[in-house]
């Protein structure tokens, strides 16, 4: 067994800082032997680093030729992750990559290909997937526990104000300068957790999440972004379980996430910052603790399948792929995403927050009632697009 786990860190500024947060908590700053960024400076961090005679490289290439790493760790922009997730492994190096797992599914399949050529492993950032309250109720629905999964849903109500939508030159954008997938929303950053969520509990195996089969999709936004800040869908899977999920930025006041599972015997419910709890038809119940709680956690995982010398991770590639289907899906599907009416449409100047009159009350009406705004007849909504997702979309059994 490895004493130790040589890190590389892509991406110091922004959630790379939580990461160093963690490391630094664990008392593994240490084992940082170098950081990527081409504007390491932006960090909170920048000068303990300097302190400590951890070097910054502008690229993983240069850091590959003077170094090595156990462990790379990609929290940079959603389009770089497959390139930079590629290169860690051809170096020697497993990955912790940051979700989404990468812009586009060709990326994915040429990120899946190099981990079976390397037999490095290749382990996503949805932190629910690697908390133990989630293993565990992955492992009762696998078993049996709860009989067959019915229906599911979740809510995400999180206020996002114009410096969120300004804080890079990728926020927001479809496509990077080249034409390379980015697709960022809120359905594939802030909120992605809670759609994969759904998907990965109702999986067949631990590593894999369930398959789609069909969406519909409604799309919306308030602010001035390529994408959307507001998502309604309706996702069926290949079990016939139907899950929907409900997200927004356009909001003015937090809410979520919440998340409900409903089966034969048993609805499993969670609101933000309580317990993931199971209630039976009988009454009893069983509680699984919070996964909110659990953000680090990934970390904590992969280090130790790098000290035990082992490949077997929790959330692997095969796990993002339903969740990266359904995004490319929509995006393929849907080009113009159409803006609220503007009589609706509020600004606060004070938190420089756009959002929508009464979207809040319109969300939760929909989340009670397992239904889209528009299968509610709320005034603003349009109909959706209805999406078929091709049997061939996933490249493993």
Same mark, same amino acid.
């Given at each position: 067994?490895?004493?130790?786990?040589?890190?590389?860190?892509?991406?110091?500024?922004?959630?790379?800082?939580?990461?160093?947060?963690?490391?630094?908590?664990?008392?593994?700053?240490?084992?940082?032997?170098?950081?990527?960024?081409?504007?390491?400076?932006?960090?909170?961090?920048?000068?303990?680093?300097?302190?400590?005679?951890?070097?910054?490289?502008?690229?993983?290439?240069?850091?590959?030729?003077?170094?090595?790493?156990?462990?790379?760790?990609?929290?940079?922009?959603?389009?770089?992750?497959?390139?930079?997730?590629?290169?860690?492994?051809?170096?020697?190096?497993?990955?912790?990559?940051?979700?989404?797992?990468?812009?586009?599914?060709?990326?994915?399949?040429?990120?899946?290909?190099?981990?079976?050529?390397?037999?490095?492993?290749l382990a996503v950032g949805?932190?629910?997937?690697?908390?133990?309250?989630?293993?565990?109720?992955?492992?009762?629905?696998?078993?049996?526990?709860?009989?067959?999964?019915?229906?599911?849903?979740?809510?995400?109500?999180?206020?996002?104000?114009?410096?969120?939508?300004?804080?890079?030159?990728?926020?927001?954008k479809r496509l990077g300068?080249?034409?390379?997938?980015?697709?960022?929303?809120?359905?594939?950053?802030?909120?992605?957790?809670?759609?994969?969520?759904?998907?990965?509990?109702?999986?067949?195996?631990?590593?894999?999440?369930?398959?789609?089969?069909?969406?519909?999709?409604?799309?919306?936004?308030?602010? %001035?972004? =390529?994408?959307?800040?507001?998502?309604?869908?309706?996702?069926? !899977?290949? *079990?016939?379980? #139907?899950?929907? +999920?409900?997200?927004?930025?356009?909001?003015?006041?937090?809410?979520?996430?919440?998340?409900?599972?409903?089966?034969?015997?048993?609805?499993?419910?969670?609101?933000?910052?309580?317990?993931?709890?199971?209630?039976?038809?009988?009454?009893?119940?069983?509680?699984?603790?919070?996964?909110?709680?659990?953000?680090?956690?990934?970390?904590?995982?992969?280090?130790?399948?790098?000290?035990?010398?082992?490949?077997?991770?929790?959330?692997?590639?095969?796990?993002?792929?339903?969740?990266?289907?359904?995004?490319?899906?929509?995006?393929?599907?849907?080009?113009?995403?159409?803006?609220?009416?503007?009589?609706?449409?509020?600004?606060?100047?004070?938190?420089?927050?756009?959002?929508?009159?009464?979207?809040?009350?319109?969300?939760?009406?929909?989340?009670?009632?397992?239904?889209? %705004?528009? =299968?509610?007849?709320?005034?603003?909504?349009?109909?959706?697009? !209805?999406? *078929?997702?091709? #049997?061939?979309? +996933?490249?493993?059994?």
């Amino acid at each position: 067994m490895k004493q130790t786990c040589d890190i590389v860190l892509v991406g110091i500024a922004g959630y790379g800082e939580i990461y160093l947060q963690a490391l630094e908590e664990r008392g593994y700053l240490a084992w940082v032997k170098g950081v990527v960024d081409i504007q390491p400076e932006r960090s909170t961090y920048f000068s303990k680093l300097e302190a400590l005679g951890i070097p910054c490289y502008l690229s993983l290439d240069e850091f590959y030729k003077q170094a090595s790493a156990d462990l790379a760790i990609i929290s940079s922009p959603i389009h770089l992750h497959a390139r930079q997730s590629i290169t860690a492994m051809e170096n020697g190096s497993n990955v912790l990559c940051e979700k989404p797992i990468a812009g586009s599914l060709e990326e994915a399949n040429q990120m899946r290909e190099t981990r079976d050529k390397t037999g490095r492993f290749l382990a996503v950032g949805f932190n629910w997937s690697f908390s133990t309250p989630v293993q565990q109720l992955k492992k009762d629905i696998q078993e049996g526990r709860f009989g067959k999964p019915l229906r599911g849903k979740s809510l995400v109500l999180w206020p996002r104000n114009k410096q969120y939508f300004q804080r890079s030159n990728w926020a927001g954008k479809r496509l990077g300068p080249n034409g390379e997938a980015i697709y960022d929303s809120i359905a594939n950053n802030a909120a992605s957790h809670f759609l994969h969520h759904l998907l990965y509990v109702l999986g067949d195996t631990t590593e894999q999440s369930a398959k789609i089969e069909s969406l519909k999709v409604e799309l919306y936004k308030a602010n %001035p972004i =390529e994408t959307f800040d507001t998502c309604a869908l309706r996702a069926n !899977t290949e *079990q016939s379980v #139907e899950l929907v +999920y409900l997200v927004s930025h356009a909001v003015d006041s937090t809410i979520g996430p919440n998340v409900t599972l409903e089966c034969e015997h048993a609805t499993i419910t969670y609101e933000a910052g309580g317990n993931m709890q199971a209630v039976f038809k009988d009454g009893a119940t069983k509680s699984y603790g919070d996964p909110e709680a659990a953000h680090s956690q990934k970390l904590d995982v992969c280090i130790q399948a790098v000290l035990n010398e082992e490949t077997s991770i929790p959330c692997s590639i095969e796990a993002a792929y339903s969740h990266l289907i359904s995004i490319e899906y929509i995006h393929r599907s849907i080009s113009k995403v159409p803006h609220f009416p503007a009589s609706i449409i509020k600004q606060d100047a004070h938190t420089q927050q756009t959002y929508v009159h009464q979207l809040e009350e319109n969300f939760l009406s929909c989340y009670d009632a397992y239904k889209l %705004p528009s =299968e509610m007849n709320i005034l603003w909504s349009q109909q959706p697009t !209805t999406i *078929q997702i091709p #049997e061939n979309s +996933y490249p493993y059994e």
